[in-house]
């Protein structure tokens, strides 16, 4: 079994906002409340890179490319950390992975069509 799930993905138009959620379903709350949080990406052709960080005590961090569109948070009481994308760009056309400590979850396409 999966530490963490992602869901959310899907097909958006450009301009589009889409809400992805990570549930850390098999991560007792005391080990979920403690840690940083993060979202990846990885596009075809493209090393994984960092998207969005969030402290245990909710200090956030965005890449460069992101800043300003889209918006990380966490709900430590439902072990879960979202993220919120906007104004969506082709160029955001990846494999969305949720990251804490040695665990992946297995990801959620995400496309954006012009």
């Known amino acids: 079994q999966r530490q963490l799930v992602e869901s959310g993905g899907g097909l958006v138009q450009a301009g589009g906002s889409l809400r992805l959620s990570c549930k850390a379903q098999?991560?007792?709350?005391?080990?979920?409340?403690?840690?940083?949080m993060e979202w990846y990406r990885q596009a075809p052709g493209k090393e994984r890179e960092l998207v969005a960080s969030i402290s245990s005590g909710r200090v956030t961090k965005y890449a460069d490319s992101v800043k300003g569109r889209f918006t990380i948070s966490r709900d430590n009481g439902r072990r879960t950390v979202d993220l919120r994308m906007d104004s969506l760009k082709p160029e955001d056309t990846a494999v969305y992975y949720c990251?804490?400590?040695?665990?992946w979850g297995q990801g959620t396409q995400v496309t954006v069509s012009s």
């Open positions: 098999r991560m007792i709350l005391s080990v979920f409340s403690s840690e940083d």
């Open positions: 990251h804490a400590q040695d665990d």
